[in-house]
């Protein structure tokens, strides 16, 4: 009886903590869009890594680490990347990742929540929140979300008139444990 009691606490235990999950850059999806004369331009980053510590049922122990590789922006015109990566936009060179670390999470109903923390772009870090929902299936979960932010806050694009100060980011992260 007492190794019954024992080997139940102990499965108990291990599935009420925070499971770790780690994005999957192949299925996940990092994009953004923005203005520029005028017009829309999409784009992306690849290279998302990172750690996802998620329990619905303990919040408190969900947190979220997360990098993509700045070199990897992609407009879809090479020329227009090439100047992207450059001293006044990303800053490749020095500036390798551009990183999310979350402070704190809530989940307003299942399926869906907040998650707030620091994203960092060049040398300057800015809190942000980002409403998220998300869909947990086995060892799978993803989550999707979207969030504005002003580029110039981050020292992106210098003092470009052509380009618009606000841009809207799309999340959409697959992570498996």
């Known amino acids: 009886m007492k190794s ?3 080997i139940s606490a102990l499965i108990w235990a291990d599935i009420t903590h925070a499971q770790p999950f780690t994005p999957v850059d192949a299925s996940s999806s990092i994009s953004f869009k923005i203005k520029n004369f005028g017009s829309t331009v999409d784009g992306r980053f690849n290279g998302l890594s990172g750690s ?15 990098t993509v590789e700045s070199k990897t922006i992609d ?14 936009y990303f800053a490749v060179s020095e500036h390798a990742t551009i990183r999310f670390a979350s402070s704190s999470v809530t989940l307003a109903k299942p399926g869906s929540g907040t998650v707030t923390g620091r994203l960092t ?3 300057t870090t800015k809190e942000i929140s ?9 060892n799978t979960i993803r989550f999707k ?3 504005a932010l002003n580029r110039r806050d981050f020292g992106v694009g210098g003092g470009s008139i052509s380009l618009a100060d606000e841009l809207t980011v799309f999340l959409d992260v697959t992570a498996t444990r």
């Open 4 to 6: 019954f009691l024992l």
């Open 52 to 66: 996802i510590l998620f329990d619905e049922s303990n919040v408190s122990a969900t947190s979220f680490q997360v």
């Open 75 to 88: 407009t879809g015109i090479g020329l227009r990347d090439n100047h992207l990566r450059k001293k006044d």
């Open 121 to 123: 772009i060049k040398k």
């Open 130 to 138: 980002i409403p998220f929902t998300y869909v947990l299936s086995g």
């Open 145 to 147: 979300g979207e969030f």
